[in-house]
């Protein structure tokens, strides 16, 4: 039985009178393929912000399982989430614009290097061959996401799907334990999610990794998630494998008039 490496108790945020996430409770595996539902304004992407560290609980517990040890993270600023395995992709593509599809993936890849500030000034050895290493990680990323042949194009001339594979790559820089993808097909075409499924399934079993993912295409969620977490008004309502969330009452009711 894999171990749980994300535990989240009682997890509240309020923006003055509107609660986003209410008393949200989730426990998740190692390894996991998670989707996380629900309609526009549910409080999915909040949800996510809270898990990031890019806002604070107004009250609740979230705590990740590191070395057999529960460290709470709620609260905690997105770097040293980061910085404890955990990387996320946005609803709103954030490439940096005047950068190759390389640069973007190396730059992320800069907190795992080991020299100093002395050795990049004075190009001592360890700088290059550190600098090596980014470039060959960098490179076998972008072969893994399909666009190692577009490695010198500016990001932001990239179709859009190729885009968000670059997000996916930039992700797995850090090289997560956790991975967060924030609508990750939204403005794909049938064919690019297609090919973003099978790199999400591609990428948890080749890097073990955790993966939870919001997404609106049901296709794709039912297809991939192992289990599914539904919000609706800030709550959870359900929560399942995808046959079970498929027949689940309150999920058609929240669904009511939108296609599962
Ligand atoms: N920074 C904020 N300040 C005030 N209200 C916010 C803020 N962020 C989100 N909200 C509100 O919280 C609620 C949940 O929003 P959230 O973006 O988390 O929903 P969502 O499920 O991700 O929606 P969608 O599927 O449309 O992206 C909405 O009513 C939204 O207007």
Same mark, same amino acid.
């Given at each position: 039985?894999?171990?749980?490496?994300?535990?989240?108790?009682?997890?509240?945020?309020?923006?003055?009178?509107?609660?986003?996430?209410?008393?949200?409770?989730? &426990?998740? !595996?190692?390894?996991? $393929?998670?989707?996380?539902? /629900?309609?526009? *304004?549910?409080?999915?992407?909040?949800?996510? #912000? @809270?898990?990031?560290?890019?806002?604070?609980?107004?009250?609740?517990?979230?705590?990740?399982?590191?070395?057999?040890?529960?460290?709470?993270?709620?609260?905690?600023?997105?770097?040293?989430?980061?910085?404890?395995?955990?990387?996320?992709?946005?609803?709103?593509?954030?490439?940096?614009?005047?950068?190759?599809?390389?640069?973007?993936?190396?730059?992320?890849?800069?907190?795992?290097?080991?020299?100093?500030?002395?050795?990049?000034?004075?190009?001592?050895?360890?700088?290059?061959?550190?600098?090596?290493?980014? &470039?060959? !990680?960098?490179?076998? $990323?972008?072969?893994?996401? /399909?666009?190692? *042949?577009?490695?010198?194009?500016?990001?932001? #001339? @990239?179709?859009?799907?190729?885009?968000?594979?670059?997000?996916?790559?930039?992700?797995?820089?850090?090289?997560?334990?956790?991975?967060?993808?924030?609508?990750?097909?939204?403005?794909?075409?049938?064919?690019?999610?297609?090919?973003?499924?099978?790199?999400?399934?591609?990428?948890?079993?080749?890097?073990?990794?955790?993966?939870?993912?919001?997404?609106?295409?049901?296709?794709?969620?039912?297809?991939?998630?192992?289990?599914?977490?539904?919000?609706?008004?800030?709550?959870?309502?359900?929560?399942?494998?995808? &046959?079970?969330?498929?027949?689940?009452?309150?999920?058609?009711?929240?669904?009511? *008039?939108?296609?599962?």
């Amino acid at each position: 039985m894999a171990e749980t490496i994300l535990e989240v108790k009682n997890l509240t945020k309020n923006f003055g009178g509107l609660c986003a996430v209410s008393n949200v409770n989730m &426990e998740i !595996k190692e390894g996991e $393929l998670i989707g996380l539902i /629900g309609p526009n *304004g549910a409080g999915k992407t909040t949800l996510f #912000n @809270l898990l990031t560290g890019v806002y604070e609980p107004s009250s609740g517990l979230i705590e990740l399982t590191k070395d057999n040890q529960q460290i709470q993270i709620g609260g905690l600023k997105p770097y040293k989430i980061t910085g404890l395995g955990v990387a996320r992709t946005f609803q709103n593509i954030r490439l940096f614009k005047t950068m190759t599809v390389l640069e973007n993936v190396k730059v992320a890849m800069h907190k795992n290097i080991r020299y100093g500030t002395i050795a990049a000034i004075l190009r001592l050895p360890i700088y290059y061959s550190e600098e090596k290493w980014v &470039e060959e !990680k960098a490179c076998d $990323l972008l072969k893994e996401v /399909g666009l190692y *042949g577009k490695r010198n194009e500016m990001a932001t #001339n @990239l179709p859009y799907g190729e885009q968000r594979r670059l997000e996916i790559a930039r992700a797995l820089a850090i090289q997560p334990r956790i991975l967060y993808l924030d609508e990750p097909a939204a403005g794909m075409n049938p064919q690019e999610t297609t090919e973003l499924t099978q790199l999400i399934h591609h990428v948890r079993d080749k890097y073990k990794l955790t993966v939870i993912l919001i997404e609106h295409d049901m296709s794709l969620v039912m297809s991939i998630c192992e289990r599914i977490y539904v919000l609706n008004y800030g709550k959870l309502i359900a929560s399942g494998t995808p &046959e079970e969330i498929q027949k689940d009452p309150f999920v058609i009711k929240a669904y009511l *008039g939108e296609e599962m």
